[in-house]
Every structure is written in structure tokens, then in C-alpha cells.
């Protein structure tokens, strides 16, 4: 099998709730995404997808992923899709870092290999270890009624976890935390999300008033050692995201800030490879995992689902179906039931992309 065409496809996905926001005024309804098609020589083809959420929660940006893979693409001419190994390292000889732009070519190569194998991703990756699986949403940062209404939404379409978006002024964070805690059973699961928007001082005042909450905290601080002296002052159990990048920072995440969670995210570290490489370095650890990326539709879903069905019940702390949280829908699957999403079982991604409701392609090697 040899790469014969390398295909970006550009679209736009539209946040279903209105307006997304998170800390520090970061705010958008709708979000690029970009899709990456690899063709071969036997007619099989492959897809990724990578979102990286505007340019201001991850050192990136839709237009540094959609020049990254214009430089790359033709360097993939040729070459066996199925050989990811041999495909970083060619991507490594190309262009330094880019994580999120190499995860839609990691992703659509797996896609192949499952395809040429007769397999879907999660077999690969070692077997199905849940059938199906909770979901979880993320709540955009408002004011405490708002939230709380938001949340009893979701929990009537069968969402049973939640990522609560704070990271501004900590005692309004702390209400609103306080406010949805206090509106939903005890069986919910609740993170409360600074996505780095606080500094020491405010992390401190916000786990002060919400240290007697059965929630999880969520990457307060920027970086790890910033997290590490939050951790110090708080019982929450800590979640580690936006500042988990590779493996070393897995290792610090445990030992320098007291983490017992991790957020993995596709984009972020590279794709299905380097996310599966993550989990299982992580589980080792005695970690519990959360496995999605930054965002995405369809395509990303099924990534993301393959990953997630393939971790053990008791590792997956939370995942998402970002299909279910935006408009425009591109390939048939996965879908989300009852606040619960599996993983396709057909080859591959075990989803087909309609090429018709893309328009032409951005780029074309």
C-alpha cells in the first residue's frame, strides 16, 4: 500500500449551545476544523481531523495546521501509510513539534491500517475493554443560574458528567461550582475547569471555598509546578491537562504536583500513537485518564472513541463525543445513546465520510 494522494479539507463547526466560553474571555459559537484525507494506491482511503480551538488554549492555530500540512503532505508520497513509525519519523524530519497538525495524519493512517487489516482502531490498539462508555459535557462558563439550567439540560438527554468552565474572578468561580454541586445527585461526576486562567493567588482563594465539594479541580494554574503549589493547599483530586504534553511531563504531573488524573488529548500530543502511548504509560502510574481532543466532529468522535473503548472501566475518568456538542455533521458515526458513546465497529475509524458535503479540497498533493 503506497500514499498516492494527500487531500486538506477545510469547514467550520458550529457550537450547539449558543457561545462556548472559558476563562480569560475566550468565547467563540463556532470553530475551524480541518480534515486531512490520505488516498492509496488500492483505493483505500483514510481520515483525520484536528480543531485546535482558536489560537489562545493551545500554542497553535487552524492557519499554522493547515501551512504545517502543506509542508509535510508531499513528503508522504509514496510511502506505506500503515508503517506509522516510518511516517513520524519522516514527519520529524520535516518539521519540528506541530503536534496538532501531525494528529490528523496519525489519525487517518490509523484509519488505514485498520482498513487494510479488516479491523477497527480499538482492536488494534489491543481490544475493546467497554462496550460503551459515559460521556461528559462541558458547561460554558455564566453566571451559577445559567449553569445550573444548562446542567439540568444535559442530564435529561443522559449526560451524568460534567466539566464546569471557571478560571476567573474565584469566589464567583467557587459559587458556581457550589451552585451545580448543590443541584445534581451525588452519583454526577463534576470537574470544575480553570484551563490554566488562574494564577496561585486566585487558585488558592477558589480551592479554599470549594475544598469541601466532591468535585475534581482541573489544570488551576498554567504549568505543572504552578499546579503543584495549588495542590499543596487543596484535598480536591487534581487534574492535570493543558500542561501534560509528553511523556516527562506525564512522570512530573504524578510526582511533582500530586496529580491522579490526566486529560489526553489528540491534537495536543501528536494523535491515536503517541495519545495510546500516554494512557498506558499513565495507567501504569496508577493514573485515571480522560481521552478527547481540544475539538472537533465527527472524525474526531470516532478517534476519540476508539482510544476510550480500549482503556479499562475503572482507568477512563471522562470522555466526549464532540459531535454531540456541534451542528454539522460530516460521516456517519459514532453517535452518542443516553449519555453513552461506543466505539464503531466496522474497519479503521468504522465511519465513511461524505467527500460531497466538504466542497473541494484546500490542498491537494
Not at 486529560?263 to 478527547?292: C, F, P, W, Y
Request: glycine share 10%; aromatic share 6%.
Amino acid at each position: 500500500m503506497k500514499i498516492s494522494a494527500f487531500e486538506v479539507y477545510a469547514y467550520s463547526l458550529t457550537y450547539a449551545h449558543g457561545q462556548y466560553v472559558m476563562s480569560g474571555g475566550r468565547a467563540a459559537s463556532t470553530q475551524g476544523s480541518t480534515l486531512v484525507r490520505i488516498c492509496t494506491d488500492d483505493g483505500l482511503d483514510g481520515w483525520g481531523e484536528v480543531s485546535p480551538l482558536a489560537g489562545t488554549y493551545l500554542p497553535t492555530f487552524t492557519g499554522a495546521v493547515r501551512a504545517a500540512l502543506e509542508l509535510v503532505g508531499p513528503s508522504l508520497l509514496g510511502e506505506d501509510p500503515t508503517n506509522l513509525n516510518r511516517v513520524h519519523r519522516i514527519l520529524r524530519s520535516q518539521l519540528l513539534g506541530n503536534e496538532a497538525a501531525k494528529s490528523a495524519i496519525d489519525i487517518a493512517c490509523w484509519d488505514l491500517l485498520g482498513k487494510r487489516a479488516g479491523l477497527p482502531v480499538a482492536a488494534l490498539l489491543g481490544g475493546v475493554l467497554q462496550e460503551d462508555f459515559p460521556l461528559y459535557e462541558a458547561v460554558p462558563l455564566a453566571s451559577p443560574e445559567e449553569m445550573v439550567a444548562f446542567v439540568e439540560r444535559r442530564r435529561a438527554a443522559g449526560i451524568t458528567q460534567f466539566q464546569l468552565k471557571v478560571g476567573n474572578d474565584p469566589h464567583d468561580d467557587a459559587r458556581r461550582t457550589r451552585a451545580v454541586v448543590e443541584s445534581v445527585p451525588k452519583s454526577v461526576t463534576v470537574i470544575a475547569d480553570s484551563n490554566g486562567g488562574w494564577n496561585i493567588p486566585d487558585a488558592i482563594a477558589a480551592v479554599r471555598e470549594m475544598d469541601d465539594l466532591p468535585v475534581y479541580l482541573e489544570q488551576p494554574c498554567r504549568s505543572t509546578l504552578d499546579n503543584a503549589v495549588v495542590r499543596r493547599q487543596t484535598r480536591l483530586p487534581l487534574v492535570l491537562d493543558e500542561s501534560i504534553v509528553n511523556l516527562d511531563d506525564l512522570v512530573a504531573a504524578k510526582y511533582d504536583a500530586g496529580a491522579g488524573s490526566i486529560n489526553i488529548k489528540l491534537s495536543r500530543v501528536g494523535g491515536i500513537t503517541a495519545a495510546a502511548r500516554m494512557r498506558d504509560r499513565a495507567v501504569d502510574l496508577g493514573l485515571s485518564v480522560s481521552i478527547e481532543d481540544t475539538w472537533g466532529g465527527d472524525v474526531t468522535s470516532a478517534a476519540t472513541s476508539h482510544i476510550a473503548a480500549s482503556t479499562a472501566e475503572r482507568d477512563l475518568l471522562t470522555t466526549s463525543f464532540f459531535n454531540d456538542w456541534t451542528v454539522e455533521k460530516v460521516a456517519d458515526g459514532p453517535r452518542s445513546v443516553n449519555g453513552r458513546g461506543s466505539a464503531p465497529t466496522g474497519p479503521g475509524l468504522g465511519i465513511t465520510v461524505d467527500v460531497s458535503a466538504l466542497g473541494a479540497p484546500l490542498i491537494t498533493f
